[in-house]
């Protein structure tokens, strides 16, 4: 493994470890059930097992926005050194990329005061998961 390589493991690593640290403590201390406005008191039948559901989603998204920004700010700094329009482009797509990690968010969703259901079971969260591996490769790939 060449010296760039392992320079860019490392940044990746770092950048994924913090990412990881900042996801769990969101989804340990953001409250799934937060009422919204005319949201009632109690629990529907089922919502224990969507609770959990909820919580894996807010932690994958949580950190696909994190890591999604590390990889923007990468894209900026190559437009910076090198402004073609491919490098735009990524540079777009990255922004593409992190507006949706955002707006799909659950700790987002609740700050608007809205709670979606989970009838989807794992589904909730299954399309984040393969967007979270997505980007760890781009940015991986954006050190190199």
Do not use: K
Not at 105 to 121: C, E
């Amino acid at each position: 493994m060449s010296e760039r390589s392992t320079v860019a493991a490392r940044r990746v690593a770092l950048v994924v470890g913090g990412a990881l640290l900042a996801s769990a403590i969101v989804s340990i201390f953001v409250d799934p059930h937060m009422r919204g406005p005319g949201m009632g008191p109690g629990m529907a039948p089922g919502m224990a097992e969507s609770t959990v559901f909820v919580q894996i989603r807010l932690f994958i998204s949580t950190f696909n926005v994190l890591v999604i920004l590390a990889l923007t700010a990468s894209y900026l700094r190559l437009y910076r050194d090198l402004p073609t329009r491919f490098t735009g482009s990524l540079l777009l797509f990255s922004l593409a990329l992190f507006f949706y990690a955002l707006s799909a968010s659950p700790a987002v969703q609740l700050l608007f005061g809205f709670r979606g259901g989970t009838g989807l079971g794992p589904f909730t969260f299954l399309p984040d998961l393969f967007a979270s591996v997505a980007v760890v490769v781009l940015l991986y790939q954006s050190y190199q």
